[in-house]
């Protein structure tokens, strides 16, 4: 008997990107103050209405930081499961999500990243809920602590663990921090490839790596 395919990861009808097979991981590149960093956490929080979890790795903003910039981004955060794993704060702080929030030492502590993002994922599937979207924001930070290679290690690793689960997976890099052989090694990591630029006073995206999504730059 066929496995029963699974209904795609959808998006917001304001962003040109279609339905996404679950178990795919998508790395988004692109300047963070140029839109990038907003549309790979638009990417998971469009989950918020849909009743998927969200996790969330913070390598360079504290977690109520990043939940208030995900507050932005959609009508209800606290409406479905949810996980950060904040690697600047000292501690989880109060407030209605402070029992989902965990803290490592910091963005090099890669294994202690990886032990909280696994009891996190396995807590929201606990919960009752299949369908998990998880963004790392960066990875560009988390090469200001550690070595390409052991970065490259976790890298695979998260991501293979959503591959397994059916999740969706989204990690972020800004190209111009990195040469092009860092940019491609983590590409070959992730199913396809979402650049962002800024043209024009506006901003544009394409997608590599995947059909019926846009090839050229397309205006978001």
């Known amino acids: 008997m066929s496995k029963q395919r699974l209904a795609p990861y959808e998006f917001a009808d304001d962003l040109p990107l279609g ?5 795919t991981n998508l790395l988004v590149t692109g300047p963070t103050m140029g839109g990038a960093r907003r549309l790979a956490l638009r990417l998971v929080t469009d989950g918020s209405d849909r009743g998927e979890g969200l996790l969330l790795v913070s390598t360079d903003r504290a977690g109520a930081k990043i939940l208030s910039e995900c507050d932005g981004l959609c009508a209800d955060l606290g409406r479905s499961p949810l996980g950060v794993v904040d690697c600047v704060s000292k501690g989880t702080g109060s407030g209605r999500v402070a029992d989902s929030v965990e803290t490592v030492s910091s963005p090099g502590d890669l294994t202690g ?7 996190l994922y396995q807590n929201i599937h606990r919960s009752g809920t299949e369908r998990v979207r998880a963004g790392l924001y960066s990875i560009s930070t988390l090469l200001m602590y550690a070595d390409f290679q052991t970065v490259s290690r976790f890298v695979h690793t998260v ?3 959503i591959a397994a689960t059916d999740g969706l997976g989204v990690f972020l890099i800004d190209p111009a921090t990195q040469d092009e052989k860092v940019v491609s090694t983590m590409t070959q990591l992730c199913d396809a490839r979402v650049d962002v630029r800024e043209r024009d006073g506006g901003r544009e995206l ?15």
């Open 159 to 161: 991501s293979g663990r």
């Open 19 to 23: 339905g996404v097979e679950p178990g």
């Open 206 to 220: 394409r997608v590599r790596g995947l059909h019926d999504q846009p090839q050229e730059w397309t205006a978001f």
């Open 113 to 119: 990243i990886g032990i909280e993002f696994s009891g």
